[in-house]
């Protein structure tokens, strides 16, 4: 059974820009915080931005800031995010991920995980 599906991923050019959005089949209790993780060939996932179920907070990694937003647009089991500006170095596979646990958002240790979307942002 697939609980996290993420859509959204493609092709662009840099500069331009790229929304991606996740869909949780899961209790409304796992998904207190949600996130967006990447993985570049050869590289470790990495996070890049994480909210919690109300979108009151939010973290970003500075590589991110100010160019993508993420959000929970419709409701507890949905988050998008926002990719404006995109660079080269952001070509990754994406993954969205939730978790229950209520605790720092810079944490990378989540319950559950997508399988992956891929953004390949070209010069």
């Known amino acids: 059974q697939v609980q996290l599906v993420e859509s959204g991923g493609g092709s662009v050019q840099t500069g331009e820009s790229l929304r991606l959005s996740c869909k949780a089949s899961l209790p409304v209790t796992s998904t207190y915080v949600m996130g967006w993780f990447r993985q570049a060939p050869g590289k470790e996932r990495e996070i890049v931005a994480a909210i919690t179920r109300t979108g009151g907070s939010t973290y970003y990694a500075d590589a991110v800031k100010g160019r993508f937003a993420i959000s929970r647009p419709n409701g507890a089991n949905t988050m998008s995010l926002q990719m404006n500006s995109l660079k080269p170095e952001d070509t990754a596979v994406y993954y969205c991920?939730?978790?229950?646990?209520?605790?720092?958002?810079?944490?990378?240790?989540?319950?559950?995980w997508g399988q992956g979307t891929q953004v390949t942002v070209s010069a």
């Open positions: 991920a939730a978790r229950s646990q209520i605790s720092g958002l810079r944490e990378t240790n989540y319950d559950y």
